[in-house]
């Protein structure tokens, strides 16, 4: 029962990435276009800089972080538990792999925050 929420979680978290990967795109690489820039000005790493200090660039780069890690890790732990030598050890591989998210969870969003609170 357990296992299979995390599995539907898991199926959740690549709807949301390709919906959240979307989004990045249209506001990172298409909307210049819409606003009258050129081509050279919207890529200049300035604009980057401007356009990732949106609040919503913000949101939308947090819940990636959070579903692309899940996503990962619990693809990984998957393979791990499969090997012979991890069999018995789920919980181990589960923990482990738990604190391995959150430190690039942390990391991620102190990164981040980082780039969007200094203007």
Do not use: N
């Amino acid at each position: 029962m357990r296992e299979s929420r995390l599995w539907i979680l898991s199926l959740t978290c690549t709807s949301l990435i390709v919906i959240l990967l979307g989004l990045h795109f249209a506001v990172m690489h298409y909307a210049p276009a819409f606003t009258g820039q050129t081509i050279e000005e919207a890529r200049s790493f300035q604009m980057m800089l401007e356009r990732g200090r949106d609040v919503a660039q913000f949101i939308i780069y947090i819940l990636f972080l959070a579903t692309a890690l899940y996503h990962g890790l619990y693809s990984l732990r998957g393979v791990i538990i499969e090997l012979p030598v991890a069999r018995g050890r789920t919980q181990l591989v589960s923990r482990g792999l738990l604190l391995i998210g959150l430190a690039f969870f942390a990391y991620g969003t102190y990164v981040t925050w980082w780039t969007f609170a200094t203007k």
